[in-house]
């Protein structure tokens, strides 16, 4: 089996490049890395943030890395109570909060089912570990303080992002499973980009250490 991690920014790249210890090499306009994590043999793309590129990258990881499974790491937004900054989300299940669900019915060749489910296989394994599961949504936005109780009223998530929903869909359509594993950069209390920037690293470590915990149980 080879494992297929997707990272969205250089922040949430850095600590497997670390664990990893090999170069980051190009590779069509993302960072790469390939060998062994927590025993497994993986590949690691750091593709860019947003929904293009989540895509992107959960397509290069399978069609260039052979990776037969894809697990998203990286951070989001707290959306609910009770999250805190560097708390592990394992995430069940994602949807766009940015695009009307019926278009993805109406207006394509087959309809396609608008909430994407995680891998349910590791979502057990995962349940041995000390994290929260549940939903995130996904739009090509910021969420600041502006937005944020409408997101909670219509979709119920834990948390909010810029990539997974896109990672998911891509995965779904190749026909490989896909996981996400976030760690909260931001909350209610410590909103905006500003807590993003100053958490962002500590959050990246979180989600890669709570990532590899899965990975050993594996």
């Known amino acids: ?18 664990l990893i210890g090999e170069k980051a090499a190009a590779h069509k306009g993302c960072l790469v890395l390939e060998g062994e994590l927590c025993g497994k043999s993986a590949a690691v793309i750091c593709c860019g943030l947003g929904k293009v590129n989540a895509a992107i990258g959960a397509a290069l990881l399978i069609n260039d890395f052979s990776a037969d499974r894809v697990i998203l790491s990286g951070v989001a937004g707290a ?24 278009l993805l019915k109406a207006y394509h060749p087959s309809p396609i089912d ?16 000390p994290m929260r599961f549940g939903r995130t949504v996904t739009g090509d936005s910021f969420i600041e303080d ?14 909010c ?42 959050a990246s470590e979180k989600a890669c250490v709570a990532l590899c915990k899965l990975i050993e149980l594996m």
């Open 114 to 129: 608008p909430v994407f489910q995680c891998d349910t296989e590791l979502i057990e394994l995962a349940r041995a570990l």
């Open 161 to 202: 992002d810029m990539e997974t929903a896109a990672a998911a869909h891509m995965c779904r359509t190749l026909g490989v499973p896909f996981n996400a594993v976030r760690a909260v950069s931001d909350t209610k209390e410590e909103s905006g980009l500003g807590s993003f920037e100053k958490n962002v690293a500590f």
């Open 79 to 102: 959306l609910a109570d009770g999250l805190h900054i560097g708390d592990a989300v394992m995430i069940t299940d994602t949807l766009y909060h940015d695009l009307d669900a019926g």
């Open 1 to 18: 089996m080879k494992i297929g991690i997707l990272c969205a920014c250089p922040a949430e790249f850095a600590p497997f490049e670390r």
């Open 146 to 159: 502006e937005g944020r109780d409408e997101l909670i009223e219509k979709f119920h998530p834990l948390t």
